[in-house]
């Protein structure tokens, strides 16, 4: 019988859907285990086999765990909404909404091919009405609380307006926007837009006035990962810098909580740095700048104020307030140019592009609040309006950035050291040293800042403060294919949509552009108000919207009554297993985080954290191909020939080469120019090129998981998947090794077939040697996978075959924990053959092999023989017996007494359990 795996694979995926084998509901009898797979934004040119990596280690795990007797939930669904496919239906005038379909059509049939063990009746997308009311119920929920400093987390807007009615807000401790004290009577005595403004300092979810990367040409607010070099990646349309009115999510009063919940995960050291970084959490001083003839201050965070004494000039953000009342009217000119110039970057290239110096002199001059000196106030994009202040004292002799922007502009590079009065003389212009004052004298750097904030303190010049460098999402986008906001205005101010009238649909518009008065395209919608005519937000959410909670409604995909029934969270918790890419680092884990964390403040959620152990997958890089064209000719010439000729390298498609070796007649059609193409060839063949590069369309080398999975099966897909290296390195897609893979998995097969080609196994006990081979790959393989080591796992089967087919065995005892084994790799071929053995209904349900160690314990040593100290044989010998014992053994094998040739050996040389050596 052949391994017909065309055939096979076809069966056990029908077989998987019309039995739903792996659809799974809450069993308090079983112990839970929750693998997700980070949730995938389906495009129109389908999966190429980089996407299906980081899904088949996951398919491995989940049915891992589920032999091991865990009631597994693996879901799949489909992040919508987003930018990409509205720029398709601004472009061919289609909805949105249809090539999102045809678009997750493709993506399906895709990961059906491959096998994967997902409850497909958990699926779900996020454009459905169904699942983003539950998005809208979440930010409704934000619009109705704020976070208290005195019980550290979210808390509703009705205890905080009861606390005004009684108190006012004076001993309220909130993480909330700039508010006046007022008392309860002035709170009482406010209109209600007056209250709800205030009321607006305070939500979760709030409007301000921020700073964006606005889009013209796109019409919307873009993320900082959706620019790049002051253009929108999609189109390269110019980015600009612009204030505008947008929702907010007060992401920053969770940065503390989000920093200390990093130390409870099972992440890797190197994703938890760049979360620390990217909350970045700093003790220092808030500290007052005066200005020079001028009553006003500036205000600055440092977490450096032992160093203060260098500071040489200052620096604000092109977007501070302070920039139009420190400007001197001299200046309005070059500092407005200045700000034309700037207003393209995004924040992100702002804070990584450290070489990028730039700036302009304001006029104007501040006094170090220490030393009494003048120093000159400047504006530049290094310094960003919403971190800190958005003002900065630059100390250039102990900052990397500040010394840049001093070298370039010609400005005193001060260095701080300790001891000695301070005065504008102190300053030693030969030595560039600066002494410090006598309050600093003889500390390290550690106790001078500690000493230094209490001296600013002591001075009243400010106070001691942490900060955070994680700042508040911006959650508007002028865009058409989001989330619709659940809020109305009523007098200017927002209002939630009541609960039960939840999902407020996307409505209908006839283009997906701005309105002439630029409006983002909701503007378009007809009747787009309440019933008592109070219109609807315009803008939509951004797209982790919908990402932000998706792997809690996987838990409870069809309740209509909430986003997830306690009964089902209690279950399912947390995810016990994420896997994903590490370019979601800053962006989704960050959000998710957050929302979690919030869900539990309010009493929604279980776990405080959503992730429990996150695992980044590699990226699959391309194996590019190439030609050589010899120059003015159509003539190509073989890669060992190519030194011979002058020619210009032209990339191929990959899927025309098999092994380097170019098909000839599927080059001369793949375009027309080489279509009358003419070949040097080496050896009858034509050599290809190669190199590794990131799989693009434009460098010829995507490969489509279709095309692998027609020509050698699934099963081969998964396992050269995880054959490749490592899973948590890069490594590249080089079809020359597939070919191994897939004759493993025939020669696998093999040991099932009696001598007649029948699948029969035999039922005779196996022996100790095949138990030994048997449950050493149990030992490796549950380790590898536990470790998500796949790669060994793949080697470890290959040699296990190798040496069950030396072994000849085809004993049941051996084949059928065997074939359990290799399930969660290989689930189509051991689905077969299992169902040859007699076994129903699915191997899935199977119990994971036990390792029994005695096994392994050896019995026996194989010396390696030598004459005259060249190997010529093994003699297997029992384990513990004595030398002399050893020794007649040896003097008695046959072998010995045909390479002695009648002599007796002058010496007998034995090591015990390592070798013997007989000298002639």
Not at 811 to 834: D, G, M
């Amino acid at each position: 019988m052949d391994y017909n795996f065309v055939e096979i694979e076809k069966k056990w995926q029908r077989f998987w859907s019309e039995h739903k084998t792996f659809h799974v509901e809450v069993d308090s009898s079983r112990p839970k285990f929750y693998v997700l797979d980070m949730f995938p934004y389906p495009s129109g040119a389908g999966l190429h086999v980089g996407h299906p990596l980081g899904y088949i280690a996951s398919d491995i795990y989940s049915r891992y765990k589920r032999l091991c007797g865990y009631n597994v939930l693996h879901p799949m669904g489909y992040d919508a909404f987003g930018l990409p496919a509205e720029q398709y239906a601004i472009q061919t005038g289609q909805h949105p909404a249809l090539t999102t379909d045809i678009n997750i059509r493709r993506y399906r049939e895709q990961l059906d091919k491959i096998g994967f063990s997902y409850d497909w009746d958990r699926e779900f997308r996020t454009c459905e009405p169904d699942y983003y009311k539950w998005t809208q119920w979440a930010f409704i929920q934000m619009f109705e609380h704020w976070y208290s400093q005195s019980t550290q987390k979210a808390e509703p807007i009705s205890a905080l307006v009861a606390e005004f009615e009684r108190n006012g807000n004076a001993a309220v401790n909130a993480v909330c926007s700039d508010v006046a004290t007022f008392s309860s009577t002035e709170w009482k005595s406010m209109t209600e837009k007056q209250q709800q403004e205030i009321l607006l300092a305070y939500r979760l979810a709030y409007l301000a006035d921020i700073m964006v990367n606005w889009c013209p040409l796109l019409g919307t607010v873009l993320a900082n990962d959706e620019v790049k070099e002051g253009v929108s990646v999609r189109g390269g349309h110019p980015v600009e810098q612009r204030k505008m009115r947008q929702w907010c999510l007060r992401i920053s009063a969770y940065a503390p909580r989000l920093l200390d919940g990093l130390d409870t995960l099972d992440w890797s050291d190197s994703l938890k740095e760049i979360q620390r970084y990217w909350i970045g959490r700093s003790e220092g001083a808030e500290v007052n700048f005066a200005l020079k003839n001028s009553e006003e201050k500036i205000e600055v965070f440092t977490t450096r104020p032992d160093t203060m004494f260098g500071v040489t000039f200052m620096v604000v953000a092109p977007e501070s307030e302070l920039l139009p009342s420190l400007t001197h009217p001299d200046y309005q000119a070059p500092v407005e140019a200045y700000l034309e110039v700037v207003k393209n970057r995004s924040e992100r290239e702002r804070m990584t592009e450290v070489k990028k110096v730039s700036g302009q002199f304001l006029g104007t001059y501040a006094i170090n609040p220490f030393s009494g000196v003048e120093v000159p106030i400047y504006v530049s994009d290094y310094v960003l309006a919403g971190y800190g202040t958005g003002a900065i004292m630059a100390v250039p002799a102990h900052d990397s950035r500040d010394y840049a922007f001093a070298k370039h502009f010609n400005l005193p590079i001060i260095e701080v050291v300790s001891g000695g009065d301070i005065s504008q003389e102190s300053y030693d212009a030969k030595s560039g040293k600066l002494v410090n004052s006598d309050f600093l004298n003889g500390l390290d750097v550690k106790d001078a800042v500690k000493r230094a904030i209490a001296e600013v303190e002591n001075r009243k010049l400010g106070n001691r403060k942490v900060n955070f460098r994680l700042r508040d999402a911006t959650f508007s986008r002028q865009r058409y294919w989001g989330e619709p906001f659940p809020i109305y205005y009523k007098d200017e101010m927002p209002y939630p949509v009541a609960l039960d009238k939840l999902p407020l649909m996307l409505p209908e518009v006839d283009a997906y552009l701005p309105t002439e008065k630029g409006e983002p395209p909701l503007g378009h919608a007809k009747n787009w108000h309440t019933e008592e005519g109070y219109p609807y937000e315009m803008s939509t959410m951004p797209g982790f919207a919908g990402s932000s909670a998706y792997y809690l409604r996987y838990m409870d995909p069809r309740n209509s009554k909430g986003l997830v029934s306690k009964q089902a969270n209690e279950y399912w918790q947390d995810v016990d297993l994420y896997i994903g890419g590490t370019e979601h680092a800053t962006g989704h884990l960050v959000y998710s985080r957050f929302w979690n964390k919030f869900l539990f403040d309010i009493g929604e959620v279980s776990k405080d954290e959503p992730f429990r152990k996150l695992v980044n997958q590699g990226m699959i890089q391309g194996r590019s191909n190439f030609v050589y064209r010899v120059k003015d000719t159509n003539t190509f010439v073989s890669l060992g020939l190519k030194n011979q000729y002058d020619t210009t390298e032209i990339h191929v498609d990959v899927n025309i080469v098999n092994n380097d070796q170019l098909d000839l007649a599927k080059f001369r059609a793949w375009r027309p120019e080489f279509a009358t193409a003419e070949f040097i060839l080496e050896d009858g063949k034509y050599v290809c090129g190669w190199a590794v590069e990131k799989m693009s369309k434009s460098m010829y080398n995507v490969v489509n998981p279709d095309d692998v999975v027609e020509r050698y099966g699934a099963d081969t897909l998964r396992m050269y998947e995880m054959f490749l290296g490592p899973l948590e390195q890069s490594k590249p897609w080089d079809t020359n090794g597939i070919d191994g893979v897939s004759k493993f998995l025939r020669k696998f097969w093999k040991l099932f077939l009696s001598k007649g080609g029948d699948i029969q196994l035999s039922n005779e006990k196996a022996t100790p040697a095949e138990l030994k081979v048997l449950h050493k790959t149990i030992k490796k393989v549950r380790e590898d996978i536990e470790n998500f080591s796949f790669n060994t796992s793949v080697s470890t089967f290959m040699i296990c075959v190798n040496e069950l087919g030396d072994l000849k065995c085809n004993k049941r005892e051996i084949l059928e924990p065997l074939t359990v084994l290799l399930s969660p790799f290989a689930p189509h071929i051991t689905e077969e053959l299992w169902a040859h053995m007699g076994k129903k209904p699915s191997i899935a349900d199977a119990s994971y092999p036990v390792f029994n160690s005695t096994y392994l314990v050896e019995s026996s040593y194989e010396y390696p023989v030598s004459i005259n100290g060249k190997m010529r044989f093994k003699k297997e010998l029992p384990l513990g017996i004595s030398v002399a014992e050893i020794e007649a053994a040896i003097l008695a094998d046959e072998n010995t007494q045909k390479y002695l040739e009648g002599k007796q050996p002058k010496k007998v040389i034995i090591v015990p359990n390592k070798i013997i050596n007989l000298v002639v």
